[in-house]
């Protein structure tokens, strides 16, 4: 909910660091003919990225993510040693166009079998969805993989609405967790019972400017950005989730964010470019904060693999995590990277079979949160052979390390996550820019609202 704000355009910089993730990857798919799905072996042995024959899986994805799929298909390779995988690679060059003319090939039934990293390739996955473009995969995993839907997180299976089908895998997870100095806890009264929903850090945030005005409570270079996933907004409630948001105190976030980065008018934080010396310009700000020499709550990790901020920030002698909470008091994940099967592709079979072992190959690693438990705790484990030694060594610097105590909270915030897969870039484009307008003070929050209300009219009729 804090984000590292890079220098870039204010409707741009209203995204959420994940949103913004996936708006700079965004690209497209090549066409071709449906063949028919036999689940059988097929001819030539070899994953080719430029191939004409009609009897291949053709497999749609960004360029720059090829090196990704290297371990999911030497094991594809091994057990079926006869299904020639084509992978249809997409430049990030040419990355409107080719949006485009994947959705409508998509569309048209001329797609590909499997999309890897959907809300790269696609305007908008969510209309594509609605339009029938996706297979169900529940029955494909059931039937033709060892996975179920009880190997994945909580929520996985409900990525773009509630029910008892699934469209879209997201492989990834992430949610902050922030980084609470124990001397500004005991300061300010906080307590881990304080801090439940989303709304209780306005109380938070009010004490910490009442003590200490003009201050950051985390870092000139991270904002507090009320994204209105954690305020209830889901894309499947259609027009309710203008409601929603008002029910749920969304103006509340905005007035935060408006009241400390917008007092003038325009945005005052501090913004990372393109140059060495401005990463090393926040590495210095950064430091101060590990060093405790300015009044600051803590800092945030971006994600529960990043322990390092944690670390450097005292560990479990000075610190203590909070995770992000939402307006109901859930912890609320964001997928990423999801896997979809063409509705019209006759080799959803063979696309499944590929599926489980992108997940048991490409996000097993365990460097990052995943959506399937093994791979969570793949990760856990790595990360206790990391941080968990007498001593870590960071930027030249000895720490103590870890106890049980630190991961097994980990353990715990991962399994209470729910995983939301927010793929509808257009919305949130459109929304932060009203919401830029609002911080601005050129638009009162009711005609702010009401553009909302009105843009969401108009998307869900079309």
């Known amino acids: 909910m804090f984000d590292m704000r890079k220098k870039q355009s204010g409707e741009t910089r209203l995204l959420s660091i994940l949103m913004t993730a996936t708006l700079l990857m965004t690209t497209g798919c090549s066409s071709g003919e449906p063949q028919e799905d036999t689940g059988q072996a097929l001819e030539n042995d070899s994953a080719q990225e430029t191939s004409t024959s009609p009897d291949a899986l053709r497999v749609c994805l960004v360029d720059r993510d090829v090196g990704d799929l290297d371990a999911a298909l030497e094991s594809f390779k091994k057990k079926y040693p006869d299904i020639n995988v084509e992978l249809e690679t997409i430049s990030v060059d040419n990355l409107e166009a080719e949006k485009a003319r994947a959705s409508s090939e998509l569309m048209a039934g001329e797609g590909c079998d499997l999309y890897y990293y959907v809300e790269n390739l696609l305007e908008d996955p969510y209309k594509a969805q609605q339009a029938g473009a996706f297979a169900d995969l529940v029955p494909l995993l059931e039937k033709y993989t060892e996975l179920t839907p009880e190997d994945f997180a909580d929520g996985t299976f409900d990525t773009l609405e509630n029910g ?14 922030f980084v609470i100095r124990k001397d500004m806890q005991e300061k300010l009264g906080i307590t881990t019972d304080s801090w439940k929903r989303i709304q209780d850090l306005r109380s938070i945030l009010d004490a910490f400017y009442e003590m200490y005005p003009g201050e950051d409570p985390f870092s000139p270079y991270e904002s507090f950005n009320p994204g209105m996933e954690y305020y209830g907004f889901r894309i499947w409630q259609g027009t309710d989730n203008v409601g929603i948001l008002n029910e749920a105190d969304w103006k509340g976030g905005l007035d935060i964010m408006k009241e400390t980065r917008y007092p003038e008018g325009t ?39 990043n322990l390092e901020i944690y670390i450097r920030m005292g560990g479990e002698a000075d610190a203590d995590l909070f995770p992000e909470y939402d307006a109901q008091g859930q912890i609320s994940s964001f997928g990423l990277r999801g896997i979809a099967i063409s509705e019209s592709s006759q080799r959803k079979t063979d696309a499944i079979r590929l599926a489980q072992e992108i997940i048991m190959h490409n996000i097993s690693v365990g460097i990052q949160m995943t959506t399937w438990k093994e791979g969570n705790q793949i990760l856990l484990e790595n990360l206790r052979q990391q941080y968990g030694s007498g001593e870590v060594a960071l930027n030249g610097k000895v720490y103590p390390g870890l106890t049980d105590v630190t991961f097994e909270k980990l353990e715990t915030f991962i399994n209470q996550a729910i995983p939301y897969y927010p793929v509808y870039v257009d919305v949130q484009t459109h929304i932060g820019t009203y919401m830029e307008e609002y911080l601005q003070g050129k638009v009162s929050y009711e005609e702010f609202m009401k553009k909302v209300e009105d843009y969401l009219e108009i998307y869900y009729s079309e």
Not at 164 to 177: A, K, M
Not at 289 to 297: K, R, S, T, V
Request: glycine share 6%.
């Open 164 to 177: 008892e089908e699934c469209y879209i895998i997201p492989l990834l997870q992430s949610f902050p967790l």
């Open 267 to 305: 945005y005052n934080g501090l913004q990372v470019g393109e140059m060495p010396e401005d990463y090393e310009k926040k590495d210095q700000e950064d430091e101060k904060i590990y060093q405790n020499q300015i009044p600051c709550l803590g800092k945030e990790m971006s994600s529960a693999d």
